[in-house]
Nanobody, 120 residues
């Protein structure tokens, strides 16, 4: 079981990027999914989360600019980022709460991280 993130890159301020993260392997149930980011010298912080039913939460710093969504058939979570700012520069990590086997509790899985760089 793994999370495979993609879509990072270099973009100018004001531009847009779309991140994707697919959960693959033998998965029984996908619960909450989300995106986190870590800038150099800083802690990893939550960017946005989405429940299996589609309920969303966003960090104040990205509200109105970022949109999280998911495809429950593909076990994939997306992050559409618009009006990007230099302070959005960070490594972005996807996260998912996955149940692998019946009667076993779910646990958190992390993707490998994808770099987003916003130039001024």
């Amino acid at each position: 079981v793994q999370l495979q993130a993609s879509g990072g890159g270099l973009v100018q301020a004001g531009g847009s990027l779309r991140l994707s993260c697919e959960a693959t392997g033998s998965i029984r149930r996908v619960n909450d999914m989300g995106w986190y980011r870590q800038a150099p010298g800083k802690e990893r912080d939550v960017v946005a989360t989405i429940t299996s039913g589609g309920g969303t939460n966003y960090a104040d710093s990205v509200k109105g600019r970022f949109t999280i969504s998911r495809d429950n058939i593909k076990n994939t979570v997306y992050l559409q980022m618009s009006s990007l700012k230099p302070e959005d520069t960070a490594v972005y990590y996807c996260n998912a709460d996955l149940q692998i086997r019946p009667v076993m509790p779910s646990r958190q899985y992390w993707g490998q991280g994808t770099q987003v760089t916003v130039s001024s």
